[in-house]
C-alpha cells in the first residue's frame, strides 16, 4: 500500500525566497513520485516526475525535487520565488510496478508568497 | 498540447436533479479517472477504467452515482437523484501505462 504525507497544509515565503514543499511517502514496492501544482479554478497540472535514474528531477517554472529513498522523501524545491507560484500544490505517489496508472496524493500544500 | 476537456464547467441545480458530466481524454490515453476535491475532504478518487471497463468504484456512493465509458472518446459521471452534499469540483484525468495523469479543469457543480 501506498501512502503520501505533506508537512504544512500552508507554506508562506517572500518573493525571492527559496521555496521548500516538503513530500514523504510510503511504498511496499518501489514508487513513481510526482509533484502536481493547482492554480485557482483550475486543474491539477503535472510539474514534475520521478521515475527512474537521476534522484534529481527538473520540472517546469524552475522546481525540482529530489528523491531520497534513505529518507522516504520527495521534497519540492524552488530557488527563487515568483508571485505567479502562489498555488495549491500535491504529492503524489503510484507504485512502479503499475506505471503510471492509480495516484495517492498527499492533502496538498498551499504556497502563499508575499512581495 | 493535449488536453481534457471536461463540460460543463460550472453546474447549479436544485437537490433532486439529474447530473450529468462529462470528460473527454486526450487521445490514446486508455485510462479514465474521475476525482472529487471539496475544502473538507480534498482530492478523492471515486472511479476509474481502463480500456473503457471499470477498474475501481469503491469511492463512488453506488446508490446515486454511476460512471461509464461509452467509447473511448467519452467518459461520463452521474447523480440521480443529486443533494446538496454533493456540491463540489469534479475532474477527470486521463492517462496510460507510460503517460502520468493529465487533469481537465473540472465542472464545478453546486446543488440548491
Known amino acids: 500500500a501506498q501512502s503520501v504525507t505533506q508537512l504544512g497544509s500552508h507554506v508562506s515565503v517572500s518573493e525571492g525566497a527559496l521555496v521548500l514543499l516538503r513530500c514523504n511517502y510510503s511504498?511496499?514496492?518501489?514508487?513513481?513520485l510526482f509533484w502536481y501544482v493547482q492554480y485557482p479554478n483550475q486543474g491539477l497540472q503535472l510539474l514534475l516526475k520521478y521515475t527512474t535514474g537521476a534522484t534529481l528531477v527538473k520540472g517546469i517554472n524552475g522546481f525540482e525535487a529530489e528523491f531520497k529513498k534513505s529518507e522516504t522523501s520527495f521534497h519540492l524545491t524552488k530557488p527563487s520565488a515568483h508571485m505567479s507560484d502562489a498555488a495549491e500544490y500535491f504529492c503524489?505517489?503510484?507504485?512502479?510496478?503499475?506505471?503510471?496508472?492509480?495516484?495517492?496524493f498527499g492533502t496538498g500544500t498551499r504556497l502563499l508568497v508575499s512581495p | 498540447d493535449a488536453r481534457v476537456t471536461q463540460t460543463p464547467r460550472h453546474k447549479v441545480t436544485e437537490m433532486g436533479q439529474e447530473v450529468t458530466m462529462r470528460c473527454q481524454p486526450i487521445?490514446?490515453?486508455?485510462?479514465v479517472f474521475w476525482y472529487r476535491q471539496t475544502m473538507m475532504q480534498g482530492l478523492e478518487l471515486l472511479a476509474y477504467?481502463?480500456?473503457?471497463?471499470?477498474?475501481?468504484d469503491s469511492g463512488m456512493p453506488k446508490d446515486r452515482f454511476s460512471a461509464e465509458m461509452p467509447d473511448a472518446t467519452l467518459a461520463t459521471l452521474k447523480i440521480q437523484p443529486s443533494e446538496p452534499r454533493d456540491s463540489a469540483v469534479y475532474f477527470c484525468?486521463?492517462?496510460?501505462?507510460?503517460?502520468?495523469?493529465?487533469f481537465g479543469d473540472g465542472t464545478r457543480l453546486s446543488i440548491l
Open positions: 503524489a505517489v503510484s507504485p512502479m510496478n503499475t506505471g503510471f496508472q492509480k495516484l495517492v
Open positions: 487521445l490514446g490515453h486508455n485510462t
Open positions: 484525468a486521463s492517462g496510460s501505462s507510460n503517460q502520468p495523469q493529465h
Open positions: 477504467f481502463r480500456n473503457r471497463a471499470p477498474l475501481d
Open positions: 511504498s511496499s514496492v518501489p514508487p513513481y
